[in-house]
């Protein structure tokens, strides 16, 4: 089942904007990840935020979570081509046996040169 | 350090068959998870391993199973094969203090005729 849902599903920008991904998820969280995956590829790890943290960065790369709202977003600032990829957010859930990764469904995002 | 190394990347098979997938770990891992990514369901926790133990599992019929042998090397098995088993199959290491930060494989793509 899936427990990170991202919006939007696909997205199309130019070289040098800036993209905006979105995550929700349902139940207690431990950690949220982003992953990233190129076509047919193995996933990529990103960045990873814990439950008590708001906001993270690194690099080009900044992403805020609101526990509140179970929600996570993940900016990525002055794209370039090569970010052209699908972007997962993954949650580990709190409590139990915490030993796998419940992924969204991803955001395709293309940059265009 | 080496990536983690799957084998093989890409096997065709026919329904009813079986298949045997191998996942390396990076050196000194000692949790390994599988993952089944398919178009229509994303991606889906199958099992994960630490030190020669199944310590989670997926929601995947008794077809699915894993093992980990003491060096950290860990197959998967899918016998009788559907249709629906064709998907792209993802091996991830970690440390296996928890989940954090998962280190993927390029995957085995797996094409059921």
């Known amino acids: 089942s899936q427990q990170g849902e991202e919006d939007p599903q696909a997205l199309s920008i130019q070289e040098g904007e800036n993209a905006t991904m979105n995550c929700s998820y349902k139940?207690?969280?431990?950690?949220l990840q982003w992953y990233r995956q190129n076509s047919g590829r193995g996933l990529v790890h990103l960045i990873l935020?814990?439950?008590?943290?708001r906001e993270k960065h690194s690099g080009r790369l900044r992403v805020t979570l609101d526990t509140s709202k179970k929600s996570s977003s993940l900016l990525i600032t002055a794209s370039r081509a090569a970010d052209t990829a699908s972007y997962f957010c993954a949650t580990v859930n709190s409590g139990g046996s915490n030993y796998k990764l419940t992924f969204g469904k991803g955001t395709l995002l293309t940059v265009n040169p | 350090k080496a990536g983690v190394t799957q084998t093989p990347r890409y096997l065709i098979k026919t329904r009813g068959q079986q298949v045997t997938l191998s996942c390396s770990p990076i050196?000194?891992?000692?949790?390994v998870s599988w993952y089944q990514q398919t178009p229509g369901q994303g991606l889906q926790f199958l099992f994960e391993?630490?030190?020669?133990?199944?310590?989670n599992k997926g929601n995947f019929p008794g077809r699915f199973s894993g093992r980990q042998f003491s060096n950290s090397r860990s197959e998967m098995n899918v016998s009788t094969l559907e249709l629906g088993d064709s998907a792209l199959y993802l091996c991830a290491s970690s440390s296996g203090q928890g989940v954090g930060e998962l280190f993927f494989g390029e995957g085995s793509r797996l094409t059921v005729l």
């Open positions: 391993y630490f030190s020669e133990t199944q310590r």
């Open positions: 050196s000194g891992h000692r949790s």
């Open positions: 935020i814990r439950s008590n943290e």
């Open positions: 139940t207690s969280i431990n950690n």
